[in-house]
């Protein structure tokens, strides 16, 4: 019994040794937060038994394992660095500077302000005001009762390949103005789309009216109120010692009778008539037949070149001293002729057909 009591003593002594000398084995692996780590304790206990006649040992092995998760708090400090980064870009500006140099023109060198104005691209317009002088050699646009001006074309010094316009031009004479007189213009020279010319609202004073020696014929022309510089002097060629019948046969109605054609005797040496059948488009409305002096002229007519005249139908002879060409002139006629004559009937002579030009006058609108 105490073998017995002994041998646990033994037992309980080695048992507490190894307890006390055992070592608790404890490993910590740190690993990030996102791992784990085992910490594993491993304890042997050993038991041994023995009697009289059997020593029994028991091992007992325990195997702990303890899980521990240890989490590693990170901090992550955001740092912002602002970096301030100078660019400099180095730009050229090359910019066309255009100089013009103004010209001056001597305002009283007529050719000096003509080869200013010449050299004006279209549009643009000379600085300042300026005054030319020249002739006018046409009226473009006849004076306005409505608006009070006109536009004329006038020529300096001759110049005749510089022409200069005054377009709507006014001052007290600009009713008057006509071609032949000698005008000072003033106003802005400009050049609009290559007519160079002085602009709207220029004025005009007319420095040398040109006097015009009307003939006999015009003179009575003004006289009745008309005005002869607005009309053209229809252009027509006498034939002495002939005349028109166009109340004759169909076979002579539409011939000149004379002396190398003396269809009735000698009547024809008492007239002079013009060497052509005239339209509508020689002697339109608006014309103006003047006869002077001791003379008178039918207007002989044909409807057409087919049917004569009768001797009612023929036109009559005038002696008036105006007569305005109206529809009722023309009536059915389309071809006018004139026969003059001498109111006392007696021959008519070269020297008379010469003379006609101051006794006898078709007078035609200007266009």
């Known amino acids: 019994?105490?073998?017995?009591?002994?041998?646990?003593?033994?037992?309980?002594?080695?048992?507490?040794?190894?307890?006390?000398?055992?070592?608790?084995?404890?490993?910590?692996?740190?690993?990030?937060?996102?791992?784990?780590?085992?910490?594993?304790?491993?304890?042997?206990v050993t038991t041994t038994e023995k009697d009289t006649t059997t020593e029994k040992v028991t091992t007992?092995?325990?195997?702990?394992?303890?899980?521990?998760?240890?989490?590693?708090?990170?901090?992550?400090e955001e740092v912002t660095t602002t970096e301030e980064v100078t660019?400099?870009?180095?730009?050229?500006?090359?910019?066309?500077?255009?100089?013009?140099?103004?010209?001056?023109?001597?305002p009283n060198d007529p050719n000096a302000i003509l080869t200013a104005a010449y050299a004006l691209k279209?549009?643009?317009?000379?600085?300042?005001?300026?005054?030319?002088?020249?002739?006018?050699?046409?009226?473009?646009?006849?004076?306005?009762?409505?608006?009070?001006n006109v536009t004329i074309t006038i020529v300096v010094n001759g110049d005749t390949a510089r022409k200069i316009d005054a377009y709507r031009a006014k001052g007290d004479e600009a009713s008057t103005v006509k071609v032949g007189d000698k005008v000072k213009v003033t106003g802005t020279i400009k050049n609009y789309k290559g007519t160079?010319?002085?602009?709207?609202?220029?004025?005009?004073?007319?420095?040398?009216?040109l006097v015009i020696k009307l003939t006999s014929v015009q003179k009575a022309l003004q006289e009745a109120g008309y005005d002869p510089m607005k009309y053209d002097t229809l252009e027509l060629t006498f034939l002495n010692q002939s005349y028109w019948q166009s109340n004759r046969s169909?076979?002579?109605?539409?011939q000149i009778i004379s002396e190398s054609n003396p269809l009735q005797a000698t009547v024809y040496l008492r007239f002079a008539c013009n060497d052509r059948m005239l339209t509508k488009d020689d002697i339109p409305e608006g014309s103006v037949i003047v006869i002077l002096g001791d003379k008178k002229y039918r207007p002989e007519g044909w409807v057409d070149?087919?049917?004569?005249?009768?001797?009612?139908?023929?036109?009559?002879?005038?002696?008036?001293?105006?007569?305005?060409v109206d529809s009722k002139w023309w009536g059915n006629f389309t071809y006018r002729a004139f026969n003059i004559s001498k109111n006392d009937g007696s021959q008519f002579t070269l020297d008379d057909v010469e003379g006609l030009e101051f006794e006898f006058a078709v007078f035609v609108p200007k266009k």
């Open 1 to 44: 019994m105490k073998k017995i009591i002994a041998v646990l003593l033994c037992a309980i002594m080695v048992i507490a040794l190894v307890a006390c000398s055992g070592q608790q084995s404890t490993t910590t692996t740190e690993k990030p937060a996102t791992e784990q780590t085992e910490v594993v304790t491993t304890e042997k």
């Open 250 to 254: 169909a076979s002579e109605f539409t």
């Open 60 to 76: 007992e092995a325990t195997t702990v394992t303890e899980k521990v998760t240890t989490t590693e708090k990170v901090t992550t």
């Open 196 to 209: 160079i010319e002085f602009d709207a609202g220029c004025t005009l004073v007319i420095t040398e009216a």
């Open 122 to 148: 279209d549009g643009e317009s000379l600085k300042g005001t300026f005054t030319l002088e020249g002739v006018v050699t046409a009226v473009p646009t006849a004076y306005s009762e409505q608006y009070k």
């Open 87 to 106: 660019t400099t870009e180095e730009v050229t500006t090359t910019e066309e500077v255009t100089t013009t140099e103004e010209v001056v023109i001597d």
């Open 305 to 324: 070149l087919n049917t004569p005249n009768t001797g009612d139908t023929r036109p009559a002879e005038v002696s008036t001293k105006v007569v305005l």
